[in-house]
Each structure stands twice: as structure tokens, then as C-alpha cells.
């Protein structure tokens, strides 16, 4: 009773956590118009006429759409109980095992999914065009609000991570 207490509360803490940086994320995405209404008025539009635009930007949007169906299949992977690849990196002993893998699931999709934002912010940069920033700073934050962490699926992770823990063989 005590240990599951125990394990209740390190779960409750690493989601804490884990929100904490997730909201530090999407905050970026703040920064990115904060830093872009401030710097639009500097921007003196001296662009290489010979820079392909257009293709640039076309570009930035095929590979934030593909960002997208790559963190919706990555998540998926990463989040795997049986992920031998994520188990073999992670050894953490202060936090809860599920933690550190949900940490880093959330971490990861994320950071890629900011970087559609980024992307805006280096269209607009190049080209001042307001609207592909702001679209791809929406886009980039509804994928983050839908991708966001779930305290029910760490909680989901840590079950069936026990479980199979409970069925696995002690190797001797």
C-alpha cells in the first residue's frame, strides 16, 4: 500500500514536471511573435532576388505537415512498453521508469512540433510575409495542444510497464 502511495506520487511529481516544460515549449512559440512584431519593423526586406521563395516556402510546408504524421507514429513508437531501444538508454533510479520514458516521449514530439513555429519565424525573417508566420505558429500550436501530455497515459504507461514487469522472467 505504502509503495503504491509511493509510486502514485513520483508519477503525480514527473507529470507535474513534465507539464511544466511541455507549457515552457509552447511558450516559444510566444516568443517566436513576440520577437517577430518586434523585429518586423527593423526588417529592411534586403532579400537576394535569386532566393526561390516561393519553392522555400512550399518547402516549410510539405515538412511541417510531414513533422506531423512523423510525431504522431514517433510518439506512438516511443511510448511502445516493450521499447528495447528506449529501455537501453534510460537507467534513471530517482523517478519512476514510466516518468523518464514519457519525459522524453513528450520532449521529443515537442521540440519537433516547435519546430514548425520555427520555421515561420525564419519565413517571415526572410520574406516578412505576417501570414505564413502566423499560420505556421498556429499549426504548430494545435499539434502541440494535441499532442500535449496526458496524465491519464502516463498513468496507462506506468500500468502496463508493472505489468509487464510482473511477467517477466527473473533471469538469474
Known sequence: MQDEANELKQLNTGYLFT??????????????????????????????SNLPIETIKYVFFAVSFGTIFIVYYLRKFLLRVNN?????????????PAVAKYRIAILVTSSLLESIGLYGFVLFILTKDTMSLYLLL??????????????DELLSLASEMKAQSENRPISH
Do not use: N, T
Request: charged share 10%; glycine share 8%; with cysteine.
Open 84 to 96: 528495447s531501444f528506449f529501455d537501453s538508454i534510460l537507467q534513471p533510479r530517482s523517478q519512476h
Open 19 to 48: 507539464f511544466i516544460i511541455w507549457v515552457a515549449i509552447l511558450g516559444s512559440l510566444g516568443i517566436y511573435l513576440v520577437v517577430s512584431k518586434i523585429a518586423g519593423f527593423e526588417l529592411q526586406g534586403s532579400l537576394d
Open 138 to 151: 498556429i499549426i504548430s500550436a494545435a499539434a502541440m495542444i494535441y499532442f500535449r501530455p496526458c496524465k
